[in-house]
């Protein structure tokens, strides 16, 4: 397994979990902190760890220290590293979404499974490239059909929640910035306990939940050789 040291990268579910497992790897901890993701936020570094949990895990040896995001959210002070394995492996259902303007599928998902599915589709027509009061009209209509396609979206997810159980460990809502903001703008059921990540996805289908059923178990890491940020931070 090969870890990328002072720099970012994502960490599959199982080769963290392995990680973790490691004898060796256990006996170099020395300690486990669990930091609030506001609180490192003068670290550049960690931007990307930040943005993805609200919660850190801080895993300190005296040759360095290792920065782990979760890919859920967690209330948890773990006090050794099985007890993060054991969150890892737990068998959590997800709820989960990815749209954009013009697509969008749901998905009822566990690890490597799909429980269950929709996709829809409403065309929006792109930018106009004329001028004048053609424009205007044109950007009137695709407001329109931007509004449209929210409220056929919003039907989608209504019928699927009331087709499967609510009953899920997490929420999670899938897409670029703009759009998931002009989206929650909308009631929908459960819409408050979903957590808005960016995706730079496109034409979403099936295939988009079969590669979520793994990846989005993945963990942001950061190795830091320095122990620089603990020293700081500390």
């Known amino acids: 397994m090969h870890l990328e040291n002072d720099k970012a990268f994502w960490l599959s579910r199982n080769n963290l979990i392995n990680l973790l497992s490691v004898a060796e790897f256990q006996e170099k901890i020395s300690i486990i902190n669990i930091a ?106 695709r407001e329109k059909w931007i509004e449209e396609l929210y409220k056929k979206f919003i039907s989608d997810i209504n019928n699927f929640f009331e087709k499967n159980s609510t009953l899920c460990d997490h929420y999670l809502a899938f897409g670029e910035e703009k759009v998931l903001k002009d989206l929650f703008k909308f009631d929908f059921k459960n819409k408050n306990k979903f957590i808005k990540r960016k995706s730079s996805l496109k034409n979403y289908n099936s295939k988009t939940l079969v590669s979520a059923s793994t990846n989005i178990w993945s963990s942001r890491v950061y190795i830091d050789t320095k122990n620089a940020i603990v020293k700081n931070y500390g």
């Open 36 to 141: 609030k993701s506001e609180k490192l936020k003068v670290f550049k570094v960690l931007e990307s760890l930040i943005s993805h949990n609200e919660n850190i895990i801080i895993l300190e040896s005296e040759d360095y220290s290792m920065y782990i995001s979760l890919p859920f959210p967690f209330d948890i002070y773990f006090k050794n590293l099985k007890e993060i394995v054991h969150f890892l492996e737990r068998d959590k259902e997800i709820f989960l979404f990815f749209i954009e303007l013009g697509s969008w599928v749901i998905g009822k998902i566990k690890f490597k499974e799909i429980l269950a599915s929709k996709r829809g589709a409403r065309y929006v027509k792109g930018r106009h490239k004329a001028g004048g009061q053609s424009q205007r009209r044109f950007e009137r209509n």
